[in-house]
């Protein structure tokens, strides 16, 4: 899969494309990213990709023509069917179901936004879509960017060495993962569960999906909200609840 993030400032990318899964996966040739920056399409010597906004108020305005004019050189540079993906707060909320989807594209296009956001044509024309990573603001879309690729650099097939790790994640199964222990076995009179032990692999599954059910119950209710739980998953529920004394 191939990625394009159109930035005024692309070096920011260059941590991403060094370290951890996503620099790995650019090594072993599984995805590639590339750059565009507007400034390169300025129309101007000062190299003007913003102005200020008709009808006043503070901040800046990116420019329709530069913008434009990288996203028009990222596209031919990509595979056919990469859709222009806008980082902005106006766009829905990204999580894994989008990853997912995102993982199955032959490329993707992500426009990162710079000062008071992007004169509105440009989303009109060159946009597919638009894409929030929270209600919060950054002061760029770089960092979203950097987020939505790790996110789905990690779904594509052979990038982890274990596949199985990927759908064991949290969210992949609409819930948040279940604990998670290692050596040593006591740790300050923390021990670890004794079912963890035991060896028997199906009451451990059992258990993991027992956590994650309450888990989410307890610090992501939203979560559940979202799903329509089987008899087994209402059963290990209502066992969790029971056990820590929490009534339904």
């Known amino acids: 899969m191939d990625f394009a993030v159109v930035s005024l400032f692309p070096e920011m990318l260059a941590p991403i494309a060094a370290h951890g899964i996503v620099g790995r996966a650019l090594e072993r040739g599984l995805i590639g990213l590339d750059t565009e920056n507007p400034r390169d399409h300025a129309e101007d010597v000062h190299r003007t990709v913003d102005d200020r906004p008709y009808g006043g108020g503070p901040g800046m305005v990116m420019k329709y023509a530069p913008v434009t004019a990288a996203l028009d050189a ?12 806008c980082l902005t707060p106006q766009g829905r909320v990204f999580d894994q179901a989008v990853a997912q989807r995102y993982a199955k594209l032959p490329g993707l296009i992500l426009l990162a936004g710079r000062y008071e956001g992007f004169d509105e044509r440009i989303i009109v024309d060159a946009v ?17 960017a950097m987020a939505v690729i790790d996110a789905v650099t990690r779904l594509l097939p ?14 992949m199964q609409g819930l948040l993962d279940h604990p998670h222990y290692t050596r040593p076995e006591r740790i300050a009179a923390q021990d670890v569960p004794a079912v963890l032990l035991s060896g028997d692999h199906a009451q ?3 258990w993991r ?18 799903l329509t739980l089987d008899s087994e ?4 529920l209502d066992e969790f609840l029971k056990e820590s004394g929490i009534e339904i």
């Open 74 to 85: 990222a596209r031919a540079r990509m595979p056919a069917g990469s859709p222009v993906v």
């Open 128 to 144: 597919d879509e638009e894409l929030s990573l929270g209600d919060f603001v950054l002061s760029g879309g770089e960092i979203a």
């Open 158 to 171: 052979g990038v982890l060495g274990d596949a199985e790790s990927a759908v064991q994640d949290s969210f």
């Open 204 to 206: 451990i599954a059992r």
């Open 209 to 226: 999906k027992k956590q994650a059910l309450g888990r989410s119950y307890l610090r992501r209710p939203d979560l559940l909200e979202k």
């Open 233 to 236: 998953q209402q059963a290990l």
